[in-house]
C-alpha cells in the first residue's frame, strides 16, 4: 500500500518568513495530492490540491509543487502569519477499489512567531 | 448548507464496552469514509463506502470494528469490546466520486478507561 512521509515534524519560523514542509510518496499510480490545516481540536481543512498532471499550483500566499518522478510534493507558505500556525498534513491517493482513501503523512507543526 | 455532522462529540467508554459512533453525511454525497486519527498523528483509513456498499473496509484493525451505511446516507461505527488502544478521534468525510475529500465531520473523541 501507499506510503507517505513528511519533513519536518515541527517548524518555527518568525512573522513574514517563507515555510516549507515537504512529503514523500511510495506509490506511483497515487495521482491526487491534497494538504490539509488541522488547528488543535479541529477538524482538517483542505486548503490545496494537486493532481499529477499538473507540477506546481498556487493560492495566493500557498502553493505546492509536485515531482512525480522523485515521488515528492511540497508546501510552500509565503509571508506567514500568526493564523498559519496548525498541523499541516500531506496525504496521497489513487483510484483503487477504496474509492480515493486517502493515506495522510504524520503532520507538521507549524508555529509561527512574532 | 449544513455539513458533515458527527455524533457523539466526545465519549467516555469504560474498557469492554460497546460503542456506536454516528456519521451524518452531506446530502446526496455518494462516498463515505471514516478515519481514525490517535493524538499527535495523522488520520489513518478505517472504510469506506459508495452509497450502501462497503467496498473497502481494509483499515479496520480488529473484528471488533464494524460499520454501516444501510439506507446510503448515515453511517455507524461500532466498537465491540472497547481497548484503550482504540482511544482515538474517529473522523467521518463525505464526498461525491472523483478526487478530493474536503469535507470532514469534526470527529468523535474516543476516551476508553
Known amino acids: 500500500g501507499e506510503n507517505v512521509e513528511q519533513h519536518p515534524s515541527t517548524l518555527s519560523v518568525q512573522e513574514g518568513d517563507s515555510a516549507v514542509i515537504k512529503c514523500t510518496y511510495s506509490?506511483?499510480?497515487?495521482?491526487?495530492f491534497p494538504w490539509y490545516k488541522q488547528e488543535l481540536g479541529k477538524r482538517p481543512q483542505l486548503i490545496i490540491d494537486?493532481?499529477?498532471?499538473?507540477g506546481e499550483k498556487k493560492d495566493q500566499r500557498i502553493a505546492v509543487t509536485l515531482n512525480k518522478t522523485a515521488k515528492h510534493f511540497s508546501l510552500h507558505i509565503t509571508e506567514t502569519q500568526p493564523e498559519d500556525s496548525a498541523v499541516y498534513f500531506c496525504?496521497?491517493?489513487?483510484?483503487?477499489?477504496?474509492?480515493?482513501?486517502?493515506?495522510f503523512g504524520t503532520g507538521t507543526q507549524l508555529k509561527v512567531e512574532l | 448548507g449544513a455539513g458533515v455532522s458527527q455524533s457523539p462529540r466526545y465519549k467516555v467508554a469504560k474498557r469492554g464496552q460497546d460503542v456506536a459512533l454516528r456519521c451524518d453525511p452531506i446530502?446526496?454525497?455518494?462516498?463515505l469514509f471514516w478515519y481514525q486519527q490517535a493524538l499527535g498523528q495523522g488520520p489513518e483509513f478505517l472504510t469506506y463506502?459508495?452509497?450502501?456498499?462497503?467496498?473497502?473496509k481494509s483499515g479496520l484493525p480488529s473484528d471488533r470494528f464494524f460499520a454501516e451505511r444501510p439506507e446510503g446516507s448515515v453511517s455507524t461505527l461500532k466498537i465491540q469490546r472497547t481497548q484503550q488502544e482504540d482511544s482515538a478521534v474517529y473522523l467521518c468525510?463525505?464526498?461525491?466520486?472523483?478526487?478530493?475529500?474536503?469535507?470532514f465531520g469534526p470527529g468523535t473523541r474516543l476516551t476508553v478507561t
Open positions: 463506502f459508495q452509497n450502501e456498499a462497503q467496498l473497502d
Open positions: 468525510a463525505s464526498s461525491n466520486p472523483g478526487p478530493g475529500l474536503s469535507n
Open positions: 496525504a496521497a491517493s489513487g483510484v483503487t477499489g477504496g474509492g480515493n482513501k486517502l493515506t
Open positions: 494537486i493532481r499529477s498532471n499538473v
Open positions: 446530502s446526496g454525497h455518494v462516498s
Open positions: 506509490d506511483s499510480a497515487s495521482n491526487y
